[in-house]
């Protein structure tokens, strides 16, 4: 019995935990946290409505993903991150991603491209609110599933990783405009139709192009 209990209630917590990474990650997209600010977890549990365990957990989780860093004695500082970094991550995104697109280009049917509209028509949607948070996780979703189609796993995660942090704020950065979303937005769409009809010059210019000059 008090074994059951005690599950239950680390499931509890790592629910928690769970939630507050969440919504930590997209107060860094939105930039409702400031790069160069140090939060402490007691305040931004105060913020959430919980204690400040888990806050301080999923702080920790975003020191592992180069998000944050700990102050000691005061909580945890975003970290601001320079244009040289953003550079940085394109570069890496499209060693990794275009190669890939490519190979698919070549395989994959345009039945299966046709199942990711969907996805592409959410990062639309999301654009044409200007909800630069929603618009995250869509654009996220979106790359996620074309990679998938790859079959390995690894490289989706890793991915994933590398356009998560390509998505926080530079320090003093401009707000990201409806326009910019939008034209964003519309890379996806015109990305899976050069898919459909496997033509690797297009589909190679737009990877590139999305990740030098993305808003997501």
Do not use: K
């Not at 990474?21 to 997209?26: G, I, N, P, S, V």
């Not at 939105?30 to 806050?55: H, N």
């Not at 990794?96 to 994959?108: G, Q």
């Amino acid at each position: 019995m008090e074994q059951g209990r005690a599950r239950a209630a680390a499931v509890r917590r790592h629910s928690v935990r769970g939630q507050i990474l969440d919504a930590l990650r997209t107060a860094l997209v939105s930039g409702e946290l400031t790069p160069g600010e140090v939060y402490s977890a007691p305040v931004l549990g105060e913020r959430f409505g919980v204690s400040a365990t888990p806050v301080r957990e999923a702080m920790q989780q975003l020191a592992l993903e180069g998000a944050v860093e700990v102050v000691l004695n005061r909580g945890f500082r975003v970290i601001a991150r320079s244009a040289r970094e953003l550079a940085e991550l394109a570069e890496v995104r499209a060693l990794l991603e275009v190669p890939v697109m490519l190979r698919l280009a070549r395989t994959v049917s345009a039945e299966r491209w046709a199942e990711l509209v969907p996805l592409a028509e959410a990062t639309g949607a999301a654009a044409a609110i200007g909800d630069r948070a929603a618009y995250a996780e869509c654009d996220r979703a979106f790359h996620r599933a074309l990679l998938a189609l790859s079959g390995n796993q690894q490289l989706v995660m890793v991915a994933d990783d590398l356009h998560r942090r390509s998505q926080w704020p530079l320090v003093s950065a401009p707000t990201v405009r409806r326009a910019d979303l939008v034209a964003d937005a519309a890379e996806h769409s015109a990305l899976l139709d050069a898919l459909t009809a496997r033509d690797l010059p297009v589909v190679q210019s737009l990877m590139r192009e999305h990740f030098t000059g993305s808003a997501g």
